[in-house]
């Protein structure tokens, strides 16, 4: 994958030490986040079982290969676990909602009743604040209440529906902690920065609007940290969501811009209105779907498999969504310990080594 984190990194050894001697599944750990988070908690000491698709390569882990969907592998993976940490779901930004609904619905209904019967104590769900986002800006809140009814596309929705499963679980003898990671960005992220990245090489990375509104992000390497933190956590707090950030709001045209140029990039300059964007967004994702065009079939779609533009990507890059911290940072008893700019060198290290 090319990135990885290690408890010599900054601030993983001491929130490492707080978990010592689970014995702890992670879901989805072939992922960057996963995969991060079952390493250091396998370099602290703590037998882990990592369930996915494919082997994860976390050295120490022991790896069932299989999904979320399946209650037969769920329940190998569950043998003599005592904490779950949930990250597996389908991501995307488009695509039918039945296969969003059979990883983010199904397959967290499989594992949250399965670790119940199994005795499970602890369960630390990865979510997304899109859960409570139904297109309007977020200036400073906290983590309003999942809403799969009114939440935007069919990730943000499902997302909701098993955050919500997940929740409903909770009491004092299966503790559930819900962690919402925003917009995670740095070195070996394929869901935002190598986008960002390779559509600015190639001259698709356009910044909507005024590229003025206000978002917050997570460092890849703050992610796992506030993972490892909220398996400890959980222990004293539970039942509840939380919103992960950096903490540091910027505007999301210099964001664009700054992980463009980080990745060798040429400074995306192109501007689009945002009800423009919003407006193709939803044309451009209805014939995706359809294929209208043909360019799925004939294999000439992008690289990534994904629609240049949706409505809610639209929406993600044009309004303000950033998020008060005090809550998560009281709870888990963490602060970010790699700031933007820090984070930003590193990432254009990174690439300049590929």
Known sequence: MGFEVHLGDDGLLQLAERVEHRRVLVTGASGLLGSG???????????????????SGVPGAVDVLGSVTDPT??????????????????????????????VNVEGTRI???????????????????????????IVGEGAGPADPEHARGPYARTKAAGELIALGADD??????????????????????DRIVQRAREGR?????????????????????????????????????LVVTNGEPRPVGELIRRIALAGGAPEPERTVPAGVARRAGALIERAWERDLFGVRSSGRGSADG????????????????WFDQRRTREVLEWTPSVLMDEG???????????
Do not use: I
């Open 344 to 354: 930003l060198l590193r990432l254009a290290a990174y690439y300049r080594d590929r």
């Open 306 to 321: 994904e629609p240049p533009l949706t409505e809610f990507l639209a929406e993600q890059l044009s309004t303000s969504h």
């Open 172 to 193: 004092d003898d299966f503790r559930v902690l819900a962690l919402r990671p925003h917009l995670m960005w740095g070195p070996g992220d394929l869901q935002l920065t």
């Open 111 to 137: 594992l949250v009743h399965a670790a119940r019967r199994r005795g499970v104590h602890r369960f630390v769900h990865v979510s997304s604040p899109s859960v409570a986002h139904a297109g309007a800006s």
């Open 73 to 102: 592998a769920v329940e190998r993976a569950l043998e003599g676990v005592d904490t779950v940490v949930h990250v597996a779901a389908k991501v995307s930004v488009s695509g039918p909602e039945e296969e969003f609904a059979a």
């Open 205 to 241: 990375m356009p910044v909507l609007g005024s590229g003025a509104a206000l978002v917050d992000t997570l460092y890849t390497g703050n992610a796992v940290e506030a993972v490892v933190a909220a398996v400890s956590a959980v222990d004293h707090t539970h039942g509840e969501a």
């Open 37 to 55: 988070v079952a390493r250091v908690l396998a370099e602290a000491g703590n037998p882990v079982t990592t369930l996915q698709r494919r082997p």
